[in-house]
Protein backbone atom coordinates (compact mmCIF):
# COMPACT_ATOMS: atom_id res chain seq x y z
CA UNK A 1 0.00 0.00 0.00
CA UNK A 2 1.54 3.50 -0.84
CA UNK A 3 1.60 5.76 1.62
CA UNK A 4 -0.32 8.19 -0.38
CA UNK A 5 -2.99 5.76 0.46
CA UNK A 6 -2.22 5.02 3.68
CA UNK A 7 -2.66 9.10 4.87
CA UNK A 8 -5.97 9.22 2.65
CA UNK A 9 -7.32 7.12 5.02
CA UNK A 10 -6.75 8.58 7.96
CA UNK A 11 -7.46 12.28 6.66
CA UNK A 12 -10.14 13.80 9.71
CA UNK A 13 -13.59 14.40 8.24
CA UNK A 14 -12.55 18.39 9.06
CA UNK A 15 -10.14 18.17 6.24
CA UNK A 16 -13.21 17.81 3.65
CA UNK A 17 -15.07 19.82 1.42
CA UNK A 18 -18.83 20.78 2.34
CA UNK A 19 -20.65 19.53 -0.61
CA UNK A 20 -20.04 16.56 -3.11
CA UNK A 21 -21.84 15.14 -5.71
CA UNK A 22 -21.96 11.28 -3.98
CA UNK A 23 -21.52 10.75 -0.32
CA UNK A 24 -21.07 6.96 1.05
CA UNK A 25 -21.28 6.03 3.76
CA UNK A 26 -19.24 2.91 5.05
CA UNK A 27 -15.90 2.02 3.94
CA UNK A 28 -16.41 -1.57 3.61
CA UNK A 29 -16.14 -3.67 0.51
CA UNK A 30 -19.53 -2.23 -1.13
CA UNK A 31 -18.73 1.36 0.08
CA UNK A 32 -15.39 1.15 -1.84
CA UNK A 33 -16.44 -0.34 -4.67
CA UNK A 34 -19.33 2.21 -4.59
CA UNK A 35 -16.98 4.87 -3.80
CA UNK A 36 -14.71 3.72 -6.87
CA UNK A 37 -17.87 3.28 -9.12
CA UNK A 38 -19.21 6.87 -8.86
CA UNK A 39 -15.83 8.43 -9.17
CA UNK A 40 -15.66 6.49 -12.62
CA UNK A 41 -18.48 8.56 -13.40
CA UNK A 42 -17.05 11.97 -13.00
CA UNK A 43 -18.98 12.10 -9.37
CA UNK A 44 -16.66 14.00 -6.68
CA UNK A 45 -17.18 11.46 -3.89
CA UNK A 46 -16.34 11.45 -0.03
CA UNK A 47 -16.69 7.80 1.86
CA UNK A 48 -17.80 8.29 5.53
CA UNK A 49 -16.61 5.30 8.05
CA UNK A 50 -16.66 5.24 11.68
CA UNK A 51 -13.79 3.92 11.70
CA UNK A 52 -10.52 4.51 12.03
CA UNK A 53 -9.44 2.70 8.54
CA UNK A 54 -11.82 1.09 5.60
CA UNK A 55 -11.85 -2.27 4.78
CA UNK A 56 -11.48 -4.08 8.35
CA UNK A 57 -14.19 -6.47 7.72
CA UNK A 58 -12.11 -7.49 4.25
CA UNK A 59 -9.13 -8.02 5.91
CA UNK A 60 -10.99 -11.00 8.02
CA UNK A 61 -12.48 -12.49 5.38
CA UNK A 62 -11.95 -15.91 4.04
CA UNK A 63 -9.27 -16.31 6.86
CA UNK A 64 -7.86 -12.95 5.71
CA UNK A 65 -7.12 -14.56 2.25
CA UNK A 66 -10.23 -13.14 1.01
CA UNK A 67 -12.43 -15.35 -0.99
CA UNK A 68 -13.87 -12.97 -3.56
CA UNK A 69 -15.99 -14.74 -5.83
CA UNK A 70 -16.85 -18.50 -7.05
CA UNK A 71 -16.82 -19.50 -10.79
CA UNK A 72 -20.30 -20.65 -11.09
CA UNK A 73 -22.14 -19.21 -13.65
CA UNK A 74 -24.89 -16.12 -13.16
CA UNK A 75 -27.85 -18.59 -13.10
CA UNK A 76 -26.27 -21.16 -10.95
CA UNK A 77 -25.20 -18.02 -8.33
CA UNK A 78 -28.23 -16.71 -8.53
CA UNK A 79 -29.89 -20.44 -7.71
CA UNK A 80 -27.71 -20.94 -4.17
CA UNK A 81 -28.91 -17.57 -2.83
CA UNK A 82 -31.90 -18.47 -1.20
CA UNK A 83 -35.03 -16.92 -1.39
CA UNK A 84 -33.65 -13.76 -2.88
CA UNK A 85 -31.22 -14.85 -5.56
CA UNK A 86 -32.96 -13.17 -7.87
CA UNK A 87 -32.64 -9.71 -7.14
CA UNK A 88 -29.25 -10.08 -7.57
CA UNK A 89 -29.49 -10.23 -11.30
CA UNK A 90 -28.48 -6.88 -12.73
CA UNK A 91 -25.38 -6.54 -10.10
CA UNK A 92 -24.30 -9.46 -11.26
CA UNK A 93 -24.51 -8.59 -14.59
CA UNK A 94 -22.19 -5.88 -13.93
CA UNK A 95 -19.60 -6.96 -11.84
CA UNK A 96 -20.26 -11.25 -12.04
CA UNK A 97 -17.33 -13.13 -11.51
CA UNK A 98 -15.37 -13.06 -14.59
CA UNK A 99 -16.15 -8.85 -14.77
CA UNK A 100 -14.98 -8.69 -10.82
CA UNK A 101 -11.58 -10.74 -11.73
CA UNK A 102 -11.19 -8.41 -14.79
CA UNK A 103 -11.86 -5.13 -12.45
CA UNK A 104 -9.37 -6.76 -10.02
CA UNK A 105 -6.55 -7.02 -12.74
CA UNK A 106 -7.46 -3.71 -13.90
CA UNK A 107 -6.37 -2.07 -10.71
CA UNK A 108 -3.41 -3.77 -10.40
CA UNK A 109 -4.33 -7.23 -8.51
CA UNK A 110 -4.18 -10.79 -10.41
CA UNK A 111 -6.40 -13.23 -8.95
CA UNK A 112 -6.47 -17.20 -8.80
CA UNK A 113 -8.64 -20.64 -8.52
CA UNK A 114 -7.19 -23.38 -7.01
CA UNK A 115 -9.94 -25.77 -6.38
CA UNK A 116 -12.13 -25.23 -9.59
CA UNK A 117 -14.72 -23.05 -7.44
CA UNK A 118 -13.37 -20.23 -5.05
CA UNK A 119 -11.42 -17.01 -6.29
CA UNK A 120 -8.75 -15.64 -4.65
CA UNK A 121 -6.17 -12.82 -4.46
CA UNK A 122 -3.22 -14.48 -6.47
CA UNK A 123 -0.82 -13.58 -3.17
CA UNK A 124 -3.89 -15.31 -1.08
CA UNK A 125 -3.91 -12.19 1.48
CA UNK A 126 -6.52 -10.04 1.82
CA UNK A 127 -4.43 -7.26 2.82
CA UNK A 128 -3.45 -7.37 -0.98
CA UNK A 129 -7.26 -6.92 -1.94
CA UNK A 130 -7.63 -3.56 0.46
CA UNK A 131 -4.40 -2.20 -1.26
CA UNK A 132 -5.35 -2.52 -4.59
CA UNK A 133 -8.86 -0.59 -3.91
CA UNK A 134 -7.33 1.82 -1.59
CA UNK A 135 -4.65 2.40 -4.50
CA UNK A 136 -7.84 3.18 -6.85
CA UNK A 137 -9.36 5.39 -4.83
CA UNK A 138 -6.83 7.80 -4.18
CA UNK A 139 -6.04 7.29 -8.38
CA UNK A 140 -9.99 8.91 -8.80
CA UNK A 141 -9.14 11.16 -5.69
CA UNK A 142 -11.98 9.80 -3.28
CA UNK A 143 -12.01 11.65 -0.44
CA UNK A 144 -12.08 9.17 2.64
CA UNK A 145 -13.34 10.27 6.66
CA UNK A 146 -12.76 7.69 8.41
CA UNK A 147 -13.32 7.97 12.58
CA UNK A 148 -16.85 9.83 10.90
CA UNK A 149 -19.84 8.16 12.58
CA UNK A 150 -23.33 9.73 10.68
CA UNK A 151 -25.88 10.52 13.07
CA UNK A 152 -28.18 11.87 10.93
CA UNK A 153 -29.55 11.38 7.36
CA UNK A 154 -32.07 13.69 6.08
CA UNK A 155 -33.08 15.73 2.33
CA UNK A 156 -34.37 18.92 1.06
CA UNK A 157 -34.67 21.11 -1.52
CA UNK A 158 -30.53 21.48 -1.40
CA UNK A 159 -29.85 17.78 -1.39
CA UNK A 160 -28.99 15.47 1.14
CA UNK A 161 -27.42 16.18 4.76
CA UNK A 162 -25.31 14.05 6.28
CA UNK A 163 -24.98 14.74 9.57
CA UNK A 164 -21.88 13.96 11.78
CA UNK A 165 -20.49 14.81 15.04
CA UNK A 166 -18.08 16.96 13.54
CA UNK A 167 -20.56 18.86 11.38
CA UNK A 168 -22.15 17.67 7.64
CA UNK A 169 -21.79 17.10 4.38
CA UNK A 170 -24.14 18.04 1.82
CA UNK A 171 -24.41 15.95 -1.55
CA UNK A 172 -27.09 15.11 -4.82
CA UNK A 173 -27.02 11.37 -4.48
CA UNK A 174 -26.57 9.18 -1.05
CA UNK A 175 -25.27 5.74 -0.92
CA UNK A 176 -25.93 3.63 2.04
CA UNK A 177 -23.06 1.05 2.80
CA UNK A 178 -23.18 0.32 5.89
CA UNK A 179 -22.90 -3.50 6.14
CA UNK A 180 -24.45 -4.96 9.06
CA UNK A 181 -24.17 -6.52 12.81
CA UNK A 182 -22.00 -9.13 11.74
CA UNK A 183 -18.04 -9.20 13.23
CA UNK A 184 -18.72 -5.43 15.19
CA UNK A 185 -14.84 -5.47 16.35
CA UNK A 186 -14.97 -4.72 12.06
CA UNK A 187 -16.32 -1.39 13.23
CA UNK A 188 -20.16 -2.79 11.66
CA UNK A 189 -22.81 -1.04 13.98
CA UNK A 190 -25.78 -1.39 12.24
CA UNK A 191 -26.59 1.91 11.78
CA UNK A 192 -27.79 1.74 8.33
CA UNK A 193 -30.90 0.10 9.12
CA UNK A 194 -32.08 3.49 11.09
CA UNK A 195 -30.54 5.47 8.65
CA UNK A 196 -32.60 3.73 6.00
CA UNK A 197 -36.04 4.06 7.78
CA UNK A 198 -35.52 7.57 8.75
CA UNK A 199 -36.57 7.80 4.86
CA UNK A 200 -39.60 5.83 5.12
CA UNK A 201 -37.67 2.51 3.86
CA UNK A 202 -39.44 -0.48 6.17
CA UNK A 203 -36.73 -3.31 7.00
CA UNK A 204 -36.92 -7.31 8.53
CA UNK A 205 -35.87 -8.22 11.38
CA UNK A 206 -31.85 -9.36 11.66
CA UNK A 207 -29.86 -11.70 13.08
CA UNK A 208 -26.21 -13.11 12.78
CA UNK A 209 -25.54 -15.71 10.20
CA UNK A 210 -22.69 -17.48 8.77
CA UNK A 211 -22.41 -18.38 12.64
CA UNK A 212 -21.13 -21.34 14.78
CA UNK A 213 -24.44 -23.12 16.57
CA UNK A 214 -24.46 -24.00 20.47
CA UNK A 215 -26.16 -27.22 21.64
CA UNK A 216 -27.90 -28.05 24.61
CA UNK A 217 -25.98 -31.89 24.10
CA UNK A 218 -22.16 -31.66 25.57
CA UNK A 219 -20.73 -34.36 24.11
CA UNK A 220 -19.25 -32.38 21.27
CA UNK A 221 -16.75 -31.14 23.68
CA UNK A 222 -15.41 -34.52 23.40
CA UNK A 223 -14.56 -34.57 20.00
CA UNK A 224 -13.55 -30.89 19.57
CA UNK A 225 -11.54 -30.24 16.56
CA UNK A 226 -12.73 -33.37 14.77
CA UNK A 227 -13.78 -32.83 11.35
CA UNK A 228 -16.69 -35.12 9.86
CA UNK A 229 -15.70 -34.39 5.94
CA UNK A 230 -19.20 -35.17 4.24
CA UNK A 231 -21.85 -34.28 7.02
CA UNK A 232 -25.35 -34.95 5.86
CA UNK A 233 -27.46 -32.14 8.21
CA UNK A 234 -31.36 -31.72 8.41
CA UNK A 235 -33.54 -29.70 10.84
CA UNK A 236 -35.99 -31.70 12.32
CA UNK A 237 -38.69 -29.57 12.78
CA UNK A 238 -42.38 -29.69 11.31
CA UNK A 239 -42.48 -28.09 7.60
CA UNK A 240 -38.64 -27.37 7.65
CA UNK A 241 -37.09 -30.61 6.06
CA UNK A 242 -35.95 -28.95 2.85
CA UNK A 243 -33.22 -27.51 5.22
CA UNK A 244 -30.57 -30.40 4.43
CA UNK A 245 -27.24 -29.45 3.84
CA UNK A 246 -24.50 -31.45 3.02
CA UNK A 247 -20.59 -30.52 4.04
CA UNK A 248 -17.75 -30.33 6.34
CA UNK A 249 -18.82 -30.34 10.20
CA UNK A 250 -16.50 -29.29 13.33
CA UNK A 251 -17.22 -30.54 16.75
CA UNK A 252 -16.40 -27.40 19.48
CA UNK A 253 -16.69 -27.08 23.34
CA UNK A 254 -19.70 -25.73 22.79
CA UNK A 255 -21.10 -27.08 19.75
CA UNK A 256 -20.90 -27.31 15.79
CA UNK A 257 -19.09 -25.38 13.55
CA UNK A 258 -17.96 -25.85 10.05
CA UNK A 259 -18.83 -25.07 6.37
CA UNK A 260 -21.91 -26.80 6.47
CA UNK A 261 -22.72 -25.30 9.94
CA UNK A 262 -22.43 -21.63 8.57
CA UNK A 263 -24.33 -22.39 5.84
CA UNK A 264 -26.77 -23.60 7.74
CA UNK A 265 -27.10 -21.54 10.00
CA UNK A 266 -28.51 -18.82 7.92
CA UNK A 267 -32.12 -20.66 7.90
CA UNK A 268 -31.66 -22.06 11.73
CA UNK A 269 -31.27 -18.42 13.74
CA UNK A 270 -34.98 -17.18 12.93
CA UNK A 271 -36.02 -20.47 13.51
CA UNK A 272 -34.23 -20.24 17.08
CA UNK A 273 -36.24 -16.88 17.64
CA UNK A 274 -39.53 -18.49 17.10
CA UNK A 275 -38.84 -21.50 18.60
CA UNK A 276 -36.80 -21.21 21.07
CA UNK A 277 -34.39 -24.55 20.19
CA UNK A 278 -33.58 -26.44 16.97
CA UNK A 279 -33.24 -30.45 16.25
CA UNK A 280 -30.98 -31.67 14.01
CA UNK A 281 -30.51 -34.81 12.87
CA UNK A 282 -27.54 -35.45 11.55
CA UNK A 283 -25.51 -38.52 9.09
CA UNK A 284 -21.84 -38.31 10.35
CA UNK A 285 -20.73 -41.33 7.99
CA UNK A 286 -20.94 -40.19 4.53
CA UNK A 287 -24.83 -40.81 4.08
CA UNK A 288 -24.82 -44.38 5.12
CA UNK A 289 -27.82 -45.76 5.68
CA UNK A 290 -28.98 -48.70 7.70
CA UNK A 291 -28.48 -51.47 5.49
CA UNK A 292 -25.23 -50.34 5.33
CA UNK A 293 -24.44 -50.56 8.64
CA UNK A 294 -25.57 -54.10 8.83
CA UNK A 295 -23.19 -55.16 6.15
CA UNK A 296 -20.41 -53.64 7.73
CA UNK A 297 -21.27 -55.25 11.02
CA UNK A 298 -22.14 -58.58 9.52
CA UNK A 299 -18.74 -58.33 8.10
CA UNK A 300 -16.98 -57.18 11.30
CA UNK A 301 -18.75 -59.50 13.13
CA UNK A 302 -17.52 -62.50 10.76
CA UNK A 303 -13.81 -61.42 10.96
CA UNK A 304 -13.69 -62.13 14.66
CA UNK A 305 -14.01 -60.12 18.06
CA UNK A 306 -13.63 -56.88 16.91
CA UNK A 307 -15.68 -53.95 19.28
CA UNK A 308 -18.44 -51.90 18.48
CA UNK A 309 -16.14 -48.98 18.61
CA UNK A 310 -13.68 -50.07 16.54
CA UNK A 311 -15.95 -50.85 13.89
CA UNK A 312 -17.76 -47.55 13.90
CA UNK A 313 -14.15 -45.55 13.98
CA UNK A 314 -13.24 -47.56 10.91
CA UNK A 315 -15.45 -44.53 9.41
CA UNK A 316 -15.59 -41.59 12.19
CA UNK A 317 -13.03 -40.69 14.56
CA UNK A 318 -12.69 -42.36 17.93
CA UNK A 319 -13.91 -39.92 20.15
CA UNK A 320 -17.23 -39.98 17.78
CA UNK A 321 -17.53 -43.12 17.53
CA UNK A 322 -17.10 -43.91 21.42
CA UNK A 323 -20.00 -41.27 21.75
CA UNK A 324 -22.11 -43.01 19.48
CA UNK A 325 -21.84 -45.64 21.66
CA UNK A 326 -22.48 -44.25 24.87
CA UNK A 327 -25.69 -42.54 23.74
CA UNK A 328 -27.04 -45.93 22.43
CA UNK A 329 -26.33 -46.69 26.12
CA UNK A 330 -23.99 -50.27 25.43
CA UNK A 331 -20.18 -50.52 26.30
CA UNK A 332 -18.18 -49.15 23.44
CA UNK A 333 -15.78 -52.53 23.76
CA UNK A 334 -18.45 -54.82 23.67
CA UNK A 335 -17.68 -57.27 20.58
CA UNK A 336 -19.83 -57.84 17.50
CA UNK A 337 -19.76 -61.49 19.05
CA UNK A 338 -21.93 -60.12 21.92
CA UNK A 339 -23.67 -57.35 20.18
CA UNK A 340 -27.28 -58.03 20.66
CA UNK A 341 -30.14 -57.37 17.67
CA UNK A 342 -31.54 -54.26 20.29
CA UNK A 343 -28.40 -52.98 20.46
CA UNK A 344 -27.10 -53.46 16.78
CA UNK A 345 -30.19 -51.32 15.98
CA UNK A 346 -29.78 -48.44 18.54
CA UNK A 347 -26.02 -47.91 17.42
CA UNK A 348 -27.55 -48.53 13.86
CA UNK A 349 -30.35 -45.79 14.15
CA UNK A 350 -28.01 -43.32 15.90
CA UNK A 351 -24.94 -43.75 13.26
CA UNK A 352 -27.94 -42.76 10.58
CA UNK A 353 -29.61 -39.80 12.26
CA UNK A 354 -27.47 -38.61 15.42
CA UNK A 355 -29.52 -36.07 17.21
CA UNK A 356 -28.46 -32.44 18.42
CA UNK A 357 -30.42 -30.05 19.62
CA UNK A 358 -29.42 -26.43 18.68
CA UNK A 359 -29.77 -24.10 21.64
CA UNK A 360 -28.00 -20.46 20.43
CA UNK A 361 -25.10 -19.32 18.21
CA UNK A 362 -22.00 -17.81 19.32
CA UNK A 363 -23.36 -14.32 18.42
CA UNK A 364 -23.01 -11.37 16.36
CA UNK A 365 -19.05 -11.62 17.37
CA UNK A 366 -18.37 -15.08 15.97
CA UNK A 367 -20.97 -14.32 12.53
CA UNK A 368 -19.69 -13.07 9.02
CA UNK A 369 -22.56 -12.04 7.84
CA UNK A 370 -26.02 -10.42 8.80
CA UNK A 371 -29.68 -11.97 7.56
CA UNK A 372 -31.87 -9.42 7.12
CA UNK A 373 -32.09 -5.93 6.60
CA UNK A 374 -33.39 -3.57 4.05
CA UNK A 375 -36.56 -5.05 2.50
CA UNK A 376 -35.95 -6.01 -1.37
CA UNK A 377 -38.95 -4.72 -2.27
CA UNK A 378 -37.90 -0.91 -1.32
CA UNK A 379 -35.49 -1.11 -3.58
CA UNK A 380 -34.82 -0.86 -7.49
CA UNK A 381 -33.03 -4.25 -8.53
CA UNK A 382 -31.74 -2.63 -11.82
CA UNK A 383 -30.59 0.40 -9.70
CA UNK A 384 -30.49 -0.23 -6.32
CA UNK A 385 -32.44 3.09 -5.88
CA UNK A 386 -34.79 3.79 -3.18
CA UNK A 387 -38.46 3.40 -4.37
CA UNK A 388 -39.43 5.96 -1.68
CA UNK A 389 -36.54 8.45 -1.47
CA UNK A 390 -34.66 9.17 -5.32
CA UNK A 391 -30.85 9.81 -4.72
CA UNK A 392 -30.70 7.57 -1.90
CA UNK A 393 -29.12 3.90 -3.45
CA UNK A 394 -28.28 0.70 -1.19
CA UNK A 395 -26.10 -1.69 -1.46
CA UNK A 396 -24.59 -5.15 -0.02
CA UNK A 397 -25.14 -6.42 3.88
CA UNK A 398 -27.64 -3.64 4.77
CA UNK A 399 -30.21 -4.77 2.29
CA UNK A 400 -31.98 -8.36 3.18
CA UNK A 401 -30.22 -10.54 1.17
CA UNK A 402 -27.57 -13.02 2.15
CA UNK A 403 -25.68 -16.21 0.68
CA UNK A 404 -23.82 -19.24 1.96
CA UNK A 405 -19.99 -19.83 2.30
CA UNK A 406 -17.76 -19.94 -1.06
CA UNK A 407 -17.68 -16.37 -2.20
CA UNK A 408 -21.12 -15.24 -2.63
CA UNK A 409 -21.57 -12.80 0.10
CA UNK A 410 -18.53 -10.75 -1.04
CA UNK A 411 -19.85 -11.00 -4.77
CA UNK A 412 -22.69 -9.37 -3.79
CA UNK A 413 -20.94 -6.87 -1.66
CA UNK A 414 -18.34 -5.58 -5.14
CA UNK A 415 -21.37 -6.17 -7.22
CA UNK A 416 -24.18 -4.43 -5.30
CA UNK A 417 -21.63 -1.15 -4.62
CA UNK A 418 -20.76 -1.16 -8.40
CA UNK A 419 -24.50 -0.57 -9.59
CA UNK A 420 -25.22 1.22 -6.89
CA UNK A 421 -22.12 3.42 -7.66
CA UNK A 422 -23.62 4.34 -10.80
CA UNK A 423 -26.41 6.39 -8.51
CA UNK A 424 -29.26 4.89 -11.65
CA UNK A 425 -26.84 7.24 -14.22
CA UNK A 426 -26.09 5.56 -17.94
CA UNK A 427 -22.40 4.76 -18.33
Known sequence: MSQAATSATDRPAAAMRARYDVVVIGGGASGMVAAISAARMGSKTLICESSRRLGTKVLATGGRRCNLTNTLSTEEFIARV?????????????????????????????????????????????????????AELERLEVDIAVRTRVRATSRDEDGFLVEHDGGAYRSDRLILATGGLALPRSGALGDGYQL??????????????????????????????????????????????????????IFTKQGIRGPVVL????????????????????????GKNAEDWHRIFKAAKARGSATVVSVVAEHLAEPIAECICELAD??????????????????????????????????????????????????????????????????????????PCGGFNLQWAFASGYLAGRCGREG
Not at 238 to 246: A, L, M, S, Y
Not at 270 to 285: A, F, R
Not at 340 to 353: F, I, M, N, P, S
Open 82 to 134: KPHGRFMGPALELLGGPKLRAFFDEIGMATVVLDGFRVWPETRRSATVLAALL
Open 196 to 249: AETFGLRTTPRYPAGVPLVTAEDWTARCVAHTVGKAHVQVALPKCGRFTITGAL
Open 263 to 286: DLSREITPLLDKHGEVPLIMNLCE
Open 330 to 403: IDAQTTMHALTGRQRDAVTRLLVKTPLTVTGTTGYDGAFITRGGVRLKEVRPDTLESKQQPGLFLCGEVLDIDG
